[in-house]
């Protein structure tokens, strides 16, 4: 057995035709298989060769994967005796638990996981995370440049098993999320359901086209319970997104608690767009969303906005304001208003003290201090307060993040600049580059989720257009701007910013089914980038998110499953508009 090996076995060893090569085999003596477990495996390869073929073919996954290729002859159904076996290496087995949980209240198997060193429990139903010998073992059709990587992972269908290859437990876990969509949608049901349990057959090499995809919850508009939070994660994992960048703070909100400055949190995080009660992550809180986040293989980035979109620390410290007069609490959408001041060193003290404290509970590399927006403060003020800004996070060991308005200032170590403009030209970013930064693509009038399906949609913006599913997918984050070169592109990110959004359906209903475009764009290579054929491979996962219970929205432009009700999603009721909202740029 491999360094990682996860087993799913429940019948007897397959033979070396149709199972596992002899090299992966536990190298113990083979159990005989009993008359009774003769009997039911004749039965279940008759049964198998009368049945239906499986209802998902092996190129509908989303995101395409890199390479599919089908074997109608070798689909496998999951048996109710299904077994998953896993080594003591506890990454792969939270994997393995992760699997058995997605399995067990739909199919009402018991699905245990068991260790690997157990024998007795072997067979040829197996999911197999192995170890760095992937690289260059031919006869595991990884050669070479086919190297999984950190992400990558290949899943193998057959009659006999199912099993997934990679080099690490996050490659583990994407192959998870693949098998998980391969398998019928019923398989996202709460409870258990009556289904046959299959899997199409043929093999699947899949690696990810970026490092960084992402999506941004804008939890400082509207606060959002660390539930919601959580859920938001689970729907990144489900389409293999490895970011979650959580707006923080702004105008409106403080939502992170902060020893040194209690009253950020107690003061600045009690309000809200429209007036409500606003909220704060407590520090067990936060830790509670970045452990959930590292079992999904999900890097939390933590945005600290400055020096612009601060009213609500203002409110709470006075002293951090250039007049040294609070202002009042915020709960509107207009934005550029407000500034910490840049002339007073306590200003300093209390960058340093906040980025300190976040970037300690944060195990990620990444520190986002936003910058965009803060148009009252002199270009050259500006500069030297980034400058300033960015050795302060270099000095707590994460690299700095910041929206695309930090180019002019000097370059750091490891830069990343976030960019979301719309027109693909931007001389500034463009400089920024050449001097060293890297770029996470986020075009306003591609992938702000905060924008509305069309003119009838009841809640979201329009100042960078609408946004339905085609406008989301038809476009090459390698070539999408000006004088910046494609191996400059870190990754992609799609920001929902939540003026508008008050609830996790309102979330849901921005998210779907526009994240999936966003997440194919990051995943998959450019040479199986198909408008037509995606539609249809989206479509099939209408009837998975209404059974379950994600809102979407049931864009024009998918063809959805009709006859059985199972597309039919929750419609988001129409809201006034806000009096005080601004048809502008917003972050």
């Known amino acids: 057995m491999h360094p990682g090996a996860v087993v799913v076995p429940t019948t007897p060893a397959a033979s070396p035709e149709t199972g596992p090569e002899p090299r992966d085999r536990v190298d113990v003596a083979p159990r005989q298989p009993t008359a009774a477990e003769l009997a039911r495996a004749a039965t279940q390869a008759a049964g198998d060769l009368l049945a239906p073929p499986a209802p998902v073919r092996l190129a509908d996954v989303v995101p395409a994967p890199e390479r599919a290729t089908p074997d109608p002859a070798a689909d496998f159904t999951l048996p109710e005796d299904a077994v998953i076996r896993v080594d003591a290496d506890p990454d792969a087995r939270a994997v393995a638990e992760h699997l058995a949980e997605l399995l067990r209240p739909a199919t009402g198997y018991p699905v245990p996981v068991t260790d690997a060193a157990d024998a007795e429990s072997g067979g040829p139903l197996a999911l197999t995370l192995s170890g760095t010998e992937t690289r260059t073992d ?50 996202e049901s709460a409870t258990a359901v009556t289904e046959r349990w299959v899997v199409p057959g043929g093999t ?71 007036g409500g009660p606003g909220g704060h992550y407590t520090a067990a809180d936060y830790r509670r969303i970045v452990r959930h986040a590292a079992r999904r293989h999900v890097t939390v980035v933590p945005e600290i906005d400055l020096p612009g979109h601060t009213n609500a620390a203002l409110v709470a410290y006075p002293e951090l304001a250039p007049g040294k007069i609070a202002p009042p609490p915020y709960t509107g959408t207009e934005v550029g208003f407000s500034y910490v001041d840049p002339a007073d060193e306590r200003t300093y003290e209390f960058v340093a003290d906040v980025l300190g404290e976040v970037a300690a509970l944060t195990p990620g590399p990444w520190l986002h201090l936003g910058g965009d927006e803060a148009f009252k403060v002199p270009a050259d003020t500006y500069r030297g307060f980034v400058e300033r800004a960015q050795a302060l996070v270099a000095a707590t060991g994460k690299t700095v993040v910041g929206w695309h308005q930090l180019a002019p200032a000097g370059h750091a170590d490891g830069r990343v600049l976030q960019w979301w403009g719309t027109n693909g030209e931007d001389p500034e970013t463009a400089d920024a580059v050449r001097r060293g930064a890297r770029l996470i693509l986020s075009p306003g009038n591609r992938v702000y989720l905060d924008m509305k399906y069309a003119p009838e949609s009841p809640i979201g913006h329009d100042w960078a257009g609408l946004i339905d599913v085609r406008r989301a997918y038809d476009w090459d984050p390698g070539t ?29 209903f921005m998210l779907f089914p526009r994240l999936p475009a966003v997440a194919e764009l990051g995943w998959s290579p450019r040479s199986t980038h198909d408008w037509a054929a995606f539609r249809k491979r989206l479509a099939g996962h209408g009837p998975r998110w209404a059974t379950a219970g994600i809102t979407f929205h049931p864009s024009p432009e998918v063809p959805w499953p009709t006859g059985d009700g199972t597309h039919a999603a929750t419609r988001i009721p129409a809201q006034r508009p806000d009096p005080d909202a601004a048809d502008t740029p917003a972050h």
């Open 138 to 187: 031919p006869a595991r059709g990884l050669p070479g440049d086919d190297a999984p990587g950190d992400e990558g992972y290949r899943l193998d269908v057959t009659r006999a098993e199912v099993r997934i290859t990679a080099d690490t437990a996050a490659g583990l876990f994407h192959g998870v999320q693949t098998l998980r969509q391969l398998l019928p949608a019923a398989v």
């Open 204 to 274: 699947i090499v899949d690696r990810p086209r970026y490092a960084y995809r992402g999506a941004m919850l804008d939890v400082a508009r509207h606060f959002f319970p660390v539930e919601d939070v959580l859920r938001v994660i689970d729907h990144l994992a489900r389409y293999k997104l490895n970011h979650l960048h959580l707006h923080l703070t702004d105008d409106q909100g403080w939502r992170i608690a902060v020893e040194s400055w209690p009253r950020l949190a107690t003061v600045g995080g009690a309000t809200e767009v429209g």
């Open 480 to 508: 999408h701007l000006t004088g910046v070169p494609a191996e400059a592109v870190l990754g992609v990110e799609a920001p929902l910013w939540t003026e508008t959004v008050t609830t996790l359906a309102e979330v849901e």
